[in-house]
């Protein structure tokens, strides 16, 4: 029997057992193996999950390709295992600023116009300009102008002490876009300013809309918004500030509930300390992330390095003295998952779903509030929660550095 016609039966078999790279290939063979490839891609087959980590490259954004290490090919150091080329339409002059079930969302310098994109598919969906979010007392900013015309840099009315020049607007201003889908019907979440902030907006939309502000719960004015997690069972944003207050609210931004108070103690001093907010077997998580800056011998450049990790869970309605508070309360044991942080939007595996990752232990991927292209970052790596040792998986004094590492897990959905 010819290759070309095995049953389609079989076809949708063989095909729902394979790798995702795989099932790509598994798609040009033929016709009928491609049918087999709509058919599956159709119904949002599930692939072995595949944890893929963005590579640097020789041109940063001038680049028509990504590169991605496979967390599953076992290596003893970084290699690229998938390479996705003749994609200038979506990545050139852009970077990652979010990832999320195979999207990325990626934005550019000049218009400041996000994109969720699937580098599998080439799908993309664009969300509106980041110029757009409306003003407040913290947001004014407001462009000075060079002499040949152009825009040298911005600056905050408010406070004109506060200023970025244009080049690095974009890495300094804006930290993270979360997603609840990669759908017309997704709502997109942007952490920007100074004050990291949250605004909202939907596909479609003309502009962003302003978020849940802290007050009227703020009672620090340096607290500020570090990561945003989107619940798919409440269909709820639960969204984790500087001092561990945490709060919930819906696709609008509205219905605002706290979760927990804020808390300061000697870790949230330090402004490198990261915190991120997940829910692992209905318990919610805070991971917490110190980052130091190190000073290279190499063209006066810097680097990021994370030295500490700490997991901790939420405990409400703690009793004591006849009162009831909620506490974080630090744990060493995650079972046999593993979480993964960084710019991406944390998600967890299972070691027996995914044998090829180590049990128990926090991935991490670059993330500094001011990443640019001379800061060297190549600060990805996991943290056993065991043992307590990191395993750091590049060597930060190599010249490629951008665009910085981000979590992926590729998907055809």
Same mark, same amino acid.
């Given at each position: 029997?010819?290759? $070309? ?15 995702? /790279?795989?099932?790509? @290939? ?24 595949? #944890? ?33 080329? $003749? ?6 002059? @852009? ?39 409306? =003003? ?15 825009? =040298? ?19 300094? &201003? ?19 300013? &100074? ?20 007050? #009227? ?6 607290? =500020? ?9 409440? +269909? ?34 330090? $402004? ?24 290279? #011998?190499?063209?006066? @450049? ?5 030295? @500490?990790?700490? /997991?901790?869970?939420?405990? +409400? ?9 909620? +506490? ?27 044998? =090829? ?5 926090? &991935? ?50």
């Amino acid at each position: 029997m010819a290759w $070309s016609n095995l049953p389609v039966d079989l076809l949708y078999c063989i095909s729902s057992q394979l790798p995702v /790279v795989d099932f790509l @290939r598994f798609s040009v063979v033929c016709t009928s193996w491609n049918s087999a490839f709509a058919n599956n891609a159709r119904i949002r087959i599930h692939f072995h999950p595949s #944890p893929w980590l963005l590579l640097p490259n020789n041109t940063g954004e001038a680049s028509d390709t990504l590169t991605f290490w496979d967390l599953t090919i076992k290596e003893e150091v970084i290699v690229c295992h998938h390479h996705f080329s $003749s994609l200038s339409g979506h990545i050139f002059g @852009r970077r990652c600023i979010g990832s999320k079930d195979g999207w990325l969302v990626t934005l550019d310098k000049k218009d400041l116009q996000p994109c969720i994109f699937n580098p599998l598919t080439k799908a993309e969906i664009s969300l509106p300009s980041l110029f757009t979010i409306p =003003e407040d007392k913290y947001h004014r900013m407001k462009p000075e102008y060079a002499s040949d015309g152009s825009i =040298e840099l911005f600056y905050n009315e408010i406070c004109p002490a506060f200023c970025t020049y244009a080049k690095d607007f974009r890495d300094v &201003y804006f930290q993270k876009i979360v997603i609840s889908s990669n759908d017309l019907l997704g709502t997109a979440i942007v952490i920007y300013g &100074y004050n990291k902030l949250l605004a909202l907006t939907r596909p479609g939309d003309q502009a962003w809309v302003l978020g849940p502000h802290l007050p #009227p719960y703020h009672t620090n004015k340096h607290d =500020e918004f570090e990561d945003v997690y989107y619940h798919e069972e409440e +269909q709820k944003f639960y969204a984790i500030t500087h001092f561990s207050r945490v709060l919930a609210f819906d696709h609008n931004g509205q219905n605002v509930e706290m979760i927990c108070p804020p808390i300061q103690d000697h870790y949230t001093i330090n $402004s490198n300390c990261k915190k991120y907010i997940f829910f692992l077997m209905g318990t919610l998580l805070k991971i917490e992330r110190d980052i130091i800056i190190i000073a290279l #011998p190499i063209n006066e @450049r810097y680097a990021g390095k994370t030295i @500490r990790i700490s /997991v901790l869970k939420l405990e +409400q309605d703690v009793v004591a003295s006849s009162s009831s508070f909620s +506490q974080w309360t630090s744990i060493k044991d995650l079972g046999d998952f593993s979480l993964f942080v960084g710019c991406n939007q944390t998600f967890s595996l299972h070691h027996t779903t995914v044998p =090829e990752i180590r049990p128990n232990c926090i &991935y991490f991927s670059d993330h500094l509030d001011e990443l640019s292209p001379n800061v060297v970052n190549h600060d990805a790596g996991f943290f056993d929660l065991h043992n307590g040792c990191f395993h750091y998986f590049s060597d930060s004094e190599s010249q490629l550095n951008w665009p910085p590492s981000i979590w992926f897990m590729p998907s055809l959905s």
